[in-house]
Nanobody, 119 residues
Framework: QVQLMESGGGLVQAGGSLRLSCAARGSIFSIKIMAWYRQAPGKQRELVASITEGGTLNYADSVKDRFIISRDKDKNTMYLQMNSLKPEDTALYYC?????????????WGQGTQVTVSS
């Protein structure tokens, strides 16, 4: 089992920055990919960025060149540095962990942290 806890959300003006953190506890060795998703009101949850155990990064087109995902393995923590924020970035941001198949097929999710960008 893996437990995920997000922090760092808040209210920021357009053009501002925020850094989200996701602390992982439990069977960290079982995690293959960690990711950030977000869900805005009335919309489907979407992938924002992901990072594999080997360090491969992936970003949604809407956040490329503005957001940076990183991972501190010593602290078992993942980060999302969000710069040049836009009102359309407003959403509930979730931390996600995907295990290696040998450890199971169900993803782990955090409770979410709210990011609100005012215009």
């Amino acid at each position: 089992q893996v437990q995920l806890m997000e922090s760092g959300g808040g209210l920021v003006q357009a053009g501002g920055s925020l850094r989200l953190s996701c602390a992982a506890r439990g069977s960290i060795f079982s995690i293959k990919i960690m990711a950030w998703y977000r869900q805005a009101p009335g919309k489907q949850r979407e992938l924002v960025a992901s990072i594999t155990e080997g360090g491969t990064l992936n970003y949604a087109d809407s956040v490329k060149d503005r957001f940076i995902i990183s991972r501190d393995k010593d602290k078992n923590t993942m980060y999302l540095q969000m710069n040049s924020l836009k009102p359309e970035d407003t959403a509930l941001y979730y931390c996600n962990a995907k295990p290696y198949k040998v450890f199971g097929t169900n993803d782990y999710w955090g409770q979410g942290t709210q990011v609100t960008v005012s215009s």
